[in-house]
Structure formats: C-alpha cells, structure tokens
C-alpha cells in the first residue's frame, strides 16, 4: 500500500493565482492541487492536500497524523514566523516532515527571515515558487524510502 503524506497550506495560500502574482505567481491553489495529486500518482504516494486559514485547525490536523500518515509537507504561510503551537505539533508527531515556501523568505522583509518550524522540519524548500510543491513531494518520498 501506497505511503500517506499531509500536505498543509496555511492561511491565505488560498487567494494564490488571484493577487499578489509578482510575488506568489499566476497559478491557483487548486492547480497546484492537480499537479501535486497527478505527481503523487507517479511517484506512488497517497496525497491528503489541505488549506487552513486557522491556526488550532493546523495543529488539529499534524496531530491526526498520528493515526494513518507518513509524512508532513507544510507551508505554514505567516504562522511560519510566530507559531509555537504548529512547532509543537510537529515536534509530538515526530514525522518525516519538509517545510515548504513558494518564495525565498531570506529574500524578503527581516520578520521572514526567522521560521519557528524549521526546527521541526527534516528539510525546507524556498524561493521555488509552485514548483517546490512537486520538489517536496519527491523529497518526502525519498525520505521514506530510507
Ligand atoms: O513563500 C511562502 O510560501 C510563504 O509561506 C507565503 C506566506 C508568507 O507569509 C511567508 O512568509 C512565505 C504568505 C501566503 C500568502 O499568500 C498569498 C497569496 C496570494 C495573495 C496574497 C497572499
């Protein structure tokens, strides 16, 4: 049986392909959607794709994890730079986990130069815009197969 991956957009991820596309791009968050199910197909994994605006409901999810998934991919959007409690999910669930960012958030204001999550995080793609979505799934597969 297929792996199982999480991967969690966190808040406004949801308006990409609509404004902002001289930062985040053109494509919309469900053809990112598409592509990723289309590539976990070719690869051999089972996708859960989800969006949260809310921060508790992000952490409810990495803690459903425990039941059937392998791994995490996150791109936690702005709870990247001020969430504990999204560090502290990860850290209890204790998965093979790849945080993700369209954009190089080294690039960008200073607030986005500190993640709370990385310490979490077995990897972390940036600066690769939709892309990075497909070079995080290959990683997690890469990961479980060790
Ligand atoms: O580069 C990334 O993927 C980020 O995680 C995106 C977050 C930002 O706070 C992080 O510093 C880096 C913001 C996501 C907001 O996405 C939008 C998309 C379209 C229009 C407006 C916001």
Redesign the pocket.
């Known amino acids: 049986m297929n792996q199982k991956i999480l991967l969690i957009n966190g808040?406004?991820?949801n308006?990409?392909g609509?404004?902002?596309k001289e930062t985040?791009g053109n494509i919309s968050l469900d053809d990112i959607k598409k592509n990723c199910e289309e590539h976990c197909k070719k690869i051999g994994l089972e996708l859960d794709f989800m969006q949260s605006n809310l921060e508790g409901e992000i952490v409810d999810a990495i803690q459903e994890t425990r039941k059937n998934h392998q791994g995490i991919i996150i791109?936690?959007?702005?709870y990247?730079?001020t969430s504990v409690a999204i560090l502290d999910a990860l850290l209890a669930v204790k998965k093979p986990t790849i945080e993700l960012?369209?954009?190089n958030?080294y690039k960008?204001e200073d607030f986005?130069h500190k993640s709370l999550i990385s310490k979490a995080a077995d990897g972390i793609i940036?600066g690769l815009g939709a892309e990075g979505y497909i070079m995080a799934l290959d990683g997690i597969k890469k990961i479980l197969k060790k």
């Open positions: 808040p406004n991820l308006l990409l609509t404004r902002e985040y791109n936690a959007g702005g990247t730079h960012h369209i954009t958030i960008r986005r940036c």
